[in-house]
């Protein structure tokens, strides 16, 4: 491969500024464009050492900078590694990194220094997807689950199933093909309990997957209901700042308001959307449309009602659109004269909860509220835990695979039909983790990467 570089720090002015170099060229590029007040040369320098010296073009001076080498495979990438940490000005960043490009390095793409660790053998695919949960974490649930993942705790969990898998269908494979041979049979009990056991394990990663979510990518959430029900307060009490338009006329709000929040561990990707009625403003029925289509695709709907006012049509229209969603239903303003029952809404949303969105408290009930609804209410974070929409679709088709091979050895069917089952779960798993991992799969999933990381 060859030899690439970056800036690895944010793209803004900073006290200091790093250009990873990797590759087999990395020390001889870094040599040619720097020199230490030590004399000492770049490529006498050990790995994990540092040296000060200063940036030079042609012996012309650039920047004072300290050069940090590391040898491979003890690096991040398992290449020989130079990171020029220089002051951190945009202009004198991309300076050096043109200078370094002249040299000989080419442009990293995104992920590419992480996507060289795992192509070397530093880290598997799953590991290497926790790395940009690491960087985007928003608070400690999220990091400590992303932590886990990266130090590979979930690859230690896939490894110990497909390793069960592989035995299971070498000793099937074995009997199957030489009938002649003096190689027991493969005891159907004994064989079921193990798929079941696999499939046992599989599901439990499944089932924290959405918990997960909840707290390391988000939650894809929309605030809905009629005109004037408090959604635009609500929105701002949980956004924490006057991020919508508060007033007493009706259909004021006719665009999607977003805004990112994290409501305890977790992180709620808010869209506040016109309220849903019958008007003739053509401006705010395209707002009331999108409202409908953002409840059809959302992770979670809010559903919010006015208990002073009876429930109507409009009401009862909002209703249909979330008895077959995730959703909550907020009973507002309880500091006025109830007008109907929240029993009432407890037919279509089982969870409902009865509050003032204007009242200081109503944060923290809705945080209990939404902490049960999606799971995240005691979720323990180091346990092993699926961060990716790829890791899930990889489980749930293993988990599939495993079921037919026990509806097969439940079925009495032949010992084909189970390891063809068995196979296709173990080829799941072994993409999960990318030691079959097509290269389509394997560039989709570095192109989410920032570049230099």
């Given amino acids: 491969m060859s030899t690439v570089a970056a800036i690895a720090t944010p793209n803004a002015a900073g006290g200091i500024g790093i250009i990873r170099i990797s590759g087999e060229d990395a020390i001889k590029i870094t040599e040619q464009c720097f020199k230490s007040f030590s004399g000492k040369k770049v490529s006498d320098m050990k790995g994990y050492t540092a040296s000060y010296g200063q940036v030079t073009d042609k012996d012309s001076p650039v920047d004072e900078a300290v050069v940090i080498v590391y040898r491979a495979p003890k690096s991040y990438t398992g290449e020989d590694v130079c ?29 590419e220094f992480t996507k060289r660790a795992f192509l ?48 299971s269908a070498a000793a099937l494979a074995a009997w199957s093909d030489y009938p002649d041979e003096d190689i027991p049979a493969v005891e159907s009990g004994e064989l079921r309990k193990t798929l079941q056991s696999a499939l046992d394990s599989l599901n439990k990663l499944l089932q924290r997957y959405d918990s997960g979510k909840a707290v390391t990518q988000g939650v894809n959430t929309v605030i809905c209901g009629k005109p004037n029900v408090g959604k635009s307060t609500l929105m701002n009490v949980l956004s924490g700042c006057a991020r919508s338009i508060v007033t007493s006329v009706a259909g004021t709000t006719r665009d999607v308001v977003e805004e990112t929040v994290r409501i305890g561990d977790i992180l709620l990707r808010l869209a506040d959307t016109a309220g849903i009625r019958d008007t003739d403003d053509e401006v705010e029925s395209i707002g009331i449309d999108m409202a409908k289509e953002r409840i059809d695709t959302a992770d979670l709907v809010l559903a919010v009602f006015d208990v002073s006012r009876p ?12 008895k077959e969603k995730r959703c ?49 209410a005691g979720l323990d974070f180091s346990q092993e835990m699926l961060t990716a929409g790829r890791q899930y679709d990889n489980v749930k088709k293993a988990a599939e695979c495993i ?32 030691k079959k991992a097509s290269e389509e799969i394997v560039n989709e999933v570095f192109s989410k990467f920032c570049v230099g990381k």
């Fill in 403 to 434: 079921e037919e091979a026990i509806f097969a050895i439940d079925s009495l069917l032949t010992i084909d039909a189970v390891n063809v089952s068995i196979d296709c779960a173990i080829e799941q798993l072994l993409t999960l983790t990318g």
């Fill in 311 to 322: 429930l109507d049509s409009e009401d009862r229209l909002l209703l249909e659109l979330c």
């Fill in 328 to 376: 909550l239903a907020i009973v507002n303003k309880s500091d006025l004269e109830h007008s109907f029952s929240s029993a009432e809404i407890q037919k279509y949303i089982p969870v409902t909860i009865t509050l003032s969105a204007k009242n200081e408290d109503s944060f923290n009930t809705i945080k209990d509220a939404l902490e049960n609804i999606l799971g995240t």
């Fill in 83 to 111: 990171e020029i940490c220089c002051h951190g000005g945009l202009y004198i960043m991309q300076k050096v990194l043109r200078l370094v490009f002249s040299l000989g390095a080419s442009p990293a793409g995104p992920g």
């Fill in 120 to 167: 070397n053998g530093k880290m598997d695919l799953i590991q290497a997807e926790s790395v940009m949960n690491v960087i985007s974490a928003s608070g400690d649930a999220a990091l400590n689950a992303a932590r886990n993942t990266l130090k590979g705790d979930v690859s230690k969990k896939i490894s110990e199933i497909s390793s069960l898998l592989i035995s």
